[in-house]
Structures are given as C-alpha cells and as structure tokens.
C-alpha cells in the first residue's frame, strides 16, 4: 500500500530556508512523475518539483533556481530544499506522484497521489 508521509514544514522570514522530506512506502509505479506538490490559500494543487521516471527533473517557473529537489535512489526517501523562501510561498506542501499523463497540466502529469501535506508560512 502507497504511503507519503511529509515533515519539516514551519515558520520562516522572507529570504530564510526550510528542507522538507518524505518517507514513501509501496512504491512500485514505472511511469511516472515524483516530487512535491502545493495548494496556497485559494489555490488549486500544483507541480512544484520533481523527478522522471526517464530521471529528467521539473520545477516550476516560481520556483526556478530557488528550489532543489532530491531523492535517495530507491525512491524511499525525496527531499525539497527551499532558498529564499517568499511570502507567495506560503502553502500546504504534499509528496506527491503523478501517473496519469496530463499534457496541459504543468509537469505533464495528474497530481494522483499525495500525503497528509506540511504546512510552510513564510511572513515576517
């Protein structure tokens, strides 16, 4: 059974860092989209980083040279390590993978799988 089990949400500033991690268990999908999703306040889920299944990486624009993305390589462990943490950061981060190919979506996947979240705030 599919388990994504998030931690290292929290309270920053502007400008600060936070490392997320998640523990994932039963793990067996071939195709794939794997990484970290957010829902902000009023917003829809989105792709924020990830990896392919083929070991190409996806970050999205706002995030871009901000965030890194990592995994252990059996896939039981990933890691998103977020810089210059923003106020527009602010959401409810899940671990998250994506099987269903979406070519409209950002990340060209579904969110299709997701854990309980962590919930990072970024505000003086």
């Known amino acids: 059974q599919l388990q994504l089990v998030e931690s290292g949400g929290g309270l920053v500033q502007p400008g600060e860092s936070l490392r997320l991690s998640c523990e994932i268990s039963?793990?067996?999908?071939?195709?794939?989209?794997l990484g970290w999703a957010r829902q902000g306040p009023g917003k829809g889920l989105e792709w924020v980083a990830g990896?392919?299944?083929?070991?190409?990486?996806y970050y999205s624009d706002s995030v871009k040279g901000r965030f890194a993305f990592s995994r252990d390589s059996d896939n039981k462990r990933v890691y998103l390590q977020m810089n210059n943490l923003r106020p527009e950061d602010t959401a409810q981060y899940y671990c998250?993978?994506?099987?269903?190919?979406?070519?409209?979506?950002?990340?060209?996947?579904?969110?299709?799988?997701w854990g309980k979240g962590t919930l990072v705030t970024v505000s003086e």
């Open positions: 998250a993978i994506g099987i269903e190919v979406k070519p409209s979506q950002p990340g060209y996947y579904a969110v299709d799988y």
């Open positions: 039963g793990f067996t999908f071939r195709s794939y989209l």
């Open positions: 990896v392919y299944s083929d070991g190409n990486t």
